[in-house]
């Protein structure tokens, strides 16, 4: 799909994506690099960061690539590094690298848990705390009158209320919604660094989406406001909107990008059976005097 943003928003910036190999966060790094950023992807599968920053390349964007976990602190501070000893500099980290299976909490080790924690959440804050001396406005790379850079954390919308078989899963996104806030408001003060995040709902062709809904099982998208899935597009134009001037009042907010699913309920009464005793209700509420309850008339 066409972008509605100018070719050039993002040009001179310098991203770095964990998790940018793949799904979301390839997504997110092609639509940058054709924004006119210089991108640097980490990722654990050397294979799969190859063939990411080749296709990257192939498209005409300066793309480099650095296998590393983002549960390894040595790893981090290696791959920050590296970026900036290759581009000079850095302006946007992103936090796509996430982990998901799903699972009963009484099935679920606690090793499971620590896992999907370690990466989505020590692993968020781990990146952050190794990146924010050369994001914070004034940092090495930075010209004098340059503003500081940006974070941004993909998160999710399920732990809002609860999820089947989430539990590690929401316990890890809750502790990123937590780390993007308390950021904004502690380097947005400090640094002049922006952190924000986007809640993705279920976005198609992504390894998330083949996990959480495979194909065995049947999923009914009846409940979905918008009736679709969204498209890994809508989450990369969303990154570009608060990664580029555009977002630059926008700090500490998390982005819920689902087509309204977050909100949707079952409908527990029929349009037109509404529509038919919603008066009849409301007859009897006038007639009855108050106090007495219209079964007592
Ligand atoms: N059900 C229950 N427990 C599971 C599990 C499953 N489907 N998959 C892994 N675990 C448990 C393991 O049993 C292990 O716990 P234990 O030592 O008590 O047995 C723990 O989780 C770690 O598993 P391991 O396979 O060693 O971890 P890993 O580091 O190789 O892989 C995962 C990490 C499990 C998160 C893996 O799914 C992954 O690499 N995911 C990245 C991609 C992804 O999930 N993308 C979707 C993002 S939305």
């Not at 054709?34 to 799969?48: D, E, P, Q, W």
Request: hydrophobic share 40%; aromatic share 6%; charged share 20%.
């Amino acid at each position: 799909m066409e972008s509605p943003f100018k070719p050039e928003i993002l040009k001179g910036k310098v991203a770095l994506l964990t998790g940018g190999a793949s799904g979301i966060g390839f997504e997110i790094s092609t639509q940058f690099g054709k924004h006119g950023a210089s991108i640097a992807i980490m990722g654990r599968r050397k294979s799969v960061v190859d063939s990411a920053v080749s296709s990257l390349q192939s498209l005409g964007i300066p793309a480099v690539g650095f296998p590393g976990d983002v549960r390894n602190q040595a790893d981090a501070k290696r791959v920050v590094e590296s970026t900036v000893a290759h581009y000079g500099k850095l302006d946007i980290l992103v936090n796509a690298a996430a982990g998901n299976f799903l699972v009963s909490p009484e099935d679920l080790s606690p090793n499971g848990f620590r896992t999907v924690v370690d990466i989505d959440a020590v692993g968020t804050f781990t990146m952050c705390h190794e990146a924010v001396n050369y994001l914070k406005k004034g940092g090495p790379g930075r010209s004098s009158d340059e503003s500081g850079g940006m974070i941004l954390n993909i998160s999710a919308t399920l732990h809002y209320t609860a999820a089947w078989y989430q539990i590690h899963v929401n316990a890890a996104k809750a502790a990123v919604d937590a780390i993007t806030r308390n950021l904004a408001l502690e380097w947005g003060t400090d640094y002049d660094i922006r952190v924000n995040g986007i809640a993705p709902g279920p976005i198609g062709d992504t390894p998330g989406m083949r996990k959480l809904g495979p194909d065995e099982i049947e999923t009914n998208r009846e409940y979905m406001p918008l009736f679709k899935l969204g498209e890994k597009w809508d989450i990369a134009i969303a990154a570009l909107y608060l990664a580029s001037s555009a977002g630059k009042y926008v700090n500490g907010m998390t982005l819920i990008v689902d087509g309204g699913l977050w909100l949707s309920r079952p409908r527990h009464m029929p349009k037109d059976e509404v529509k038919r005793l919603s008066r009849i209700v409301e007859k009897k509420a006038r007639a009855a005097p108050v106090g007495v309850p219209s079964s007592k008339l």
